[in-house]
């Protein structure tokens, strides 16, 4: 991960570090122009892509996301990393969607979530905060 920000609450109120994760694209489920839209499958696309982004990628960086079966595009986009008191980091972070006809045709529907947050785990993977 980047350089970490010391900070006493990185966390916000409410969110949990040690909540059971969840997958990346419940965010967007709340949203019922996409919610009937997106896959499980897109969630594996979201998911490896934002593994790799908040691994790799610097704060303001981006990596993007495909799923060439259902057309649905994404990127996830690290804002803030920052490591807690029992040494866990974290990483706040955008994510972006679109639901799109299948071959890259028109967009269906389109929505943004930002102010989510992963922490990193002993085994090296992200677990998304809900």
């Known amino acids: 991960p980047a350089p970490a920000q010391r900070a006493p609450a990185p966390l916000p109120p409410g969110v ?3 909540a059971e ?8 489920r709340k949203e019922k122009n996409i919610a009937a839209l997106i896959t499980r499958v897109d969630d594996v696309y979201a998911e490896r892509s934002a593994q790799l982004a ?3 990628t610097t704060d303001g960086g981006s990596r993007g996301w495909s799923n060439p079966d ?3 595009t994404g990127t996830v986009r ?3 990393t920052f490591q807690q008191a029992d ?3 974290c990483r706040e972070y955008a994510h972006a969607i679109q639901v799109r006809q299948k071959n890259g045709g028109d967009v269906k529907a389109q929505a943004e979530a930002g102010g989510r ?3 990193r785990q002993p085994s090296a993977r992200w677990k998304f905060l809900p």
């Not at 994760?21 to 967007?28: E, K, S, V």
Request: with cysteine; net charge negative.
């Open 54 to 56: 908040l691994e790799y």
């Open 87 to 89: 040494g866990t980091y």
């Open 117 to 119: 947050f992963a922490c």
């Open 78 to 80: 690290p804002t803030r």
């Open 21 to 28: 994760g969840a997958p990346i694209l419940d965010a967007f």
């Open 16 to 18: 949990n570090a040690a």
């Open 70 to 72: 259902t057309g649905t």
